[in-house]
């Protein structure tokens, strides 16, 4: 559709791609929401809905995990303007980490200032129940322990700076204010606040694995999130992140227990409702409590 980079993520190919949408739509987005496994309810929300498949979007990976719609939707929320993607990528779906994280570029350069991102995860924090909600504070990003990180390679200063810092990766306003919000909705029973470590997976984490992490500090593991948060800070866009507990992290080897990703689905499912609710609000008050 139009000429591409060795790489295929460059600043023109993202470039080219924003471009794309802005010619298909007149929504101009502010706020981006990444859905997680069975979260993509999320999207439904949205009114004047357009709607794209990633396959129909140039230089756009695709979404192969069942509870991954793979479309991105474009509307409004309470009148905001925002762009939903219903589905994700992930490691182990075999991209490279750059492809992964170029829906974050491409909407840096469209103009969104915020992005909310969603996930499923593992719950390591044994006061945690299945069905609640954490405010990810801070993350533990095993993979870039391991070089692989998605700001490798050479850095180009018109995305943002080669040393990107971390320690703020997750604005604080807006976590308070989720709080507040979750407060103000009878939410405050499943709200929680928590360090959430991501994995390559596919695979569910071993009994040593989950034991060792939350001796690290995390307090939920998953596969997915933080590779975004990180290129998205990179990008100056502010953060805001939340794990649904769809499974508490086997710790115990008398344990019966055993993860599946179809567990993952019903709690999602279980608890939509009231996600929405979280997310939409949260995006309403934002521009009132913070400089969005």
């Known amino acids: 559709m139009f000429p591409k980079s060795d790489s295929g993520y460059s600043y023109e190919d993202c470039k080219a791609t924003a471009e794309w949408l802005k010619a298909q739509t007149s929504v101009r987005p502010l706020v981006a929401i990444v859905c997680g496994s069975g979260m993509g309810g999320l999207a439904d929300m949205l009114k004047d809905q357009v709607a794209f498949n990633y396959k129909d979007i140039p230089n756009f990976p695709q979404s192969t995990v069942h509870g991954h719609a793979g479309r991105l939707v474009f509307g409004t929320l309470k009148g905001r303007p925002c762009v939903c993607m219903q589905g994700r990528f992930h490691l182990y779906e075999g991209y490279a980490i750059q492809k992964i994280t170029l829906p974050m570029r491409i909407f840096s350069l469209m103009g969104v200032e915020t992005v909310i991102l969603t996930n499923a995860a593992g719950g390591l924090n044994q006061d945690f129940k299945v069905g609640d909600i954490m405010i990810i504070k801070d993350h533990v990003n095993m993979p870039g322990f391991a070089g692989n990180n998605p700001l490798t390679g050479p850095n180009d200063d018109r995305f943002g700076v080669r040393f990107p810092c971390m320690s703020d990766a997750y604005d604080r306003d807006l976590q308070q204010l989720a709080l507040d919000v979750g407060q ?26 989950c034991r060792m992490l939350h001796k690290l500090g995390a307090d939920a593991v998953g596969m997915s999130t933080v590779h975004e948060v990180i290129v998205a800070r990179h990008c100056g866009m502010r953060v805001f992140a939340l794990s649904l507990i769809t499974n508490k992290a086997v ?37 009132h409590n913070t400089n969005a």
Do not use: W
């Open 184 to 209: 103000e909705l009878g939410y405050g029973d499943f709200m929680r606040e928590g360090v959430y470590c991501v994995l390559g997976g596919p695979s569910f984490e071993t009994i040593a694995e």
């Open 251 to 287: 710790m115990d080897y008398d344990s019966e227990e055993k993860a599946n990703h179809e567990e993952v689905l019903e709690t999602g499912k279980q608890r939509s409702g009231q996600l929405e609710k979280l997310v939409s609000t949260l995006v309403t008050r934002m521009e």
